[in-house]
């Protein structure tokens, strides 16, 4: 079942054309509200749902409004996910699988290069570019060097086999940590480890502390409680501080005490304190694509 | 270029695999408001637009709203239409052609059959049924026997070359004229007069006269001033009156006449003198896929 909007983004077409040349049923879900196609995904007995993360999970959020529990009603077995970093983010991947009773796997790629990486089935927590079409290199983004196993950089995609839009060394701005060891499912891909990691140019710094958005997201994900936030760095004299705002899902009827916790939850994780608001259910954007719930000022 | 919303509506998505398997460049409009699908038309020269007719007035009258002349701006130089009688209606086909500045070709079909109709270059004035694929009988819907050429009747189709929906002798609820004579395009098959004229079911009796919905459009459409409508078919004590409520655009400054001169001219082609409202720019609703313009109460 693919929950995209089958506009000329070019995301999931490659999913679509992929499932058809299996020969599986491939199930449109085009033009069509979230209970539209929640329906749709139980009645047709989906197996595998393709989308992305955020709104995988705002589905499950709306089926529970509905009192349906996807992990019983649904027969998704297989969740695949592309259009933002999440579904290698532990506590994202492990909050999707959760709530639809269901293994979930990442997918990354770039409009402008092509869906390069997928994680195989073993999940060795990461991702494997898919070496067979894609030459793959990763680079300091200051310097241009190679840098080690290990080590975070830049990822630089050559792509071997696309018709449309041939690139050579194109500096994708996607930040990723190589790994050259073998894979227990037997493929001699390079992998990254825990996906794509962030936007290079998403890189703060706040109090000498580098933080990437996907950190944040991995501790917010981490409570049930939070439905959707939004993550600000703002620029206090000569000071950046992050601002968090967290929206508890309506289900939830008291909140007491979490802004708290998950201030705590930050300082161990990520090393700041954050300044954390809390806002009433509804109130931040949904998003259907790709999420945008970080802000720089 | 597919101004449909790729949802599981099959409509448009045969019309998407034919593009394709011409080698064409299929440009997907999902997801999308009108706006933007008509920035990408221009933008991207699309020479065909594919779309319910009432689609095509609705983009061709925003375009005008934002100032833009789709004949000339637009690359398009034909259009394809299904998911509603339209095309064949002389009047809206004319309606659309002007707008557009491109040739208009119906192509008829339906759901549990396929698409069996096609419009031939010459157009001759009605749709060809496509007998390479098909079996197209007409019937008097009542006696269930063989209509003569020339008389109206219910299509009812065989398909042959479907795997997902065989069906044989499908009453499609269609109301078609057949025509077996030689076609200029030197197609032996036979065609259907006038294309679709309308549901069976959806024909009434208003004082003795036969009405069809389609004829009511194709006054409709003789009027640029209209850009929305609704037919109302309205039981009053005995005696069906008919109902017309117009919206006339808003780029018409004054409609001063429109109600007395719709009501002339559809007594002269339908014999039947209708209750005529005019109603606000932006009162009726608007269609993306099929219309819902016809009501009886």
């Given amino acids: ?53 955020t709104y995988a999970l705002h589905m499950a959020s709306e089926a529970r409004k509905g009192g349906i529990d996807l992990a019983l009603q649904s027969s998704v077995r297989i969740s695949v996910h592309a259009g933002e970093p999440g579904a290698s983010i532990p506590s994202t991947k492990k909050m999707i699988e959760e709530a639809w009773g269901a293994k979930c796997y990442d997918h990354p790629g770039a409009t402008e290069v092509g869906a390069f990486g997928f994680e195989c089935e073993p999940q060795p927590g990461g991702v494997h570019v898919n070496e067979q079409e894609f030459i793959a290199e990763v680079i300091d983004p200051k310097s241009g ?29 996607d930040l990723v940590q190589p790994r050259y060891q073998p894979c227990e499912c037997g493929r001699p891909f390079m992998s990254l480890q825990g996906g794509v990691l962030g936007r290079v140019d998403d890189m703060i710094i706040v109090r000498g502390v580098n933080v990437f958005p996907s950190a944040i997201e991995n501790v917010m994900r981490e409570f049930p409680e939070i ?13 950046t501080e992050l601002k968090l705002t967290l929206e508890p899902g309506s289900e939830y009827a008291s909140s007491a005490g979490l802004a708290e916790r998950v201030s705590q939850r ?14 009433a259910p509804g109130t931040l954007p949904r998003f259907e694509l790709k999420a945008r719930r970080f802000f720089k000022s």
């Fill in 1 to 53: 079942y693919f929950a995209f909007s089958f506009g000329p983004f070019i995301g999931f077409w490659a999913g679509w054309e992929g499932a058809r040349k299996l020969g599986a049923l491939a199930i449109s879900g085009g033009g069509q509200s979230t209970s539209q196609r929640l329906k749709a995904i139980i009645d047709y007995q989906a197996t595998v749902l393709v989308c992305t993360p």
């Fill in 145 to 173: 060097q190679a840098v080690k196993e290990g080590e975070e950089g830049e990822l630089v995609i050559t792509n071997l086999g696309r018709i449309g839009s041939p690139v050579i060394r194109y500096r994708t701005g």
């Fill in 227 to 239: 439905e959707e936030f939004r993550i600000e760095a703002v620029q206090q004299s000569a000071l």
């Fill in 266 to 279: 930050f300082r161990e994780s990520v090393g700041l304190r954050p300044q954390v608001e809390l806002v």
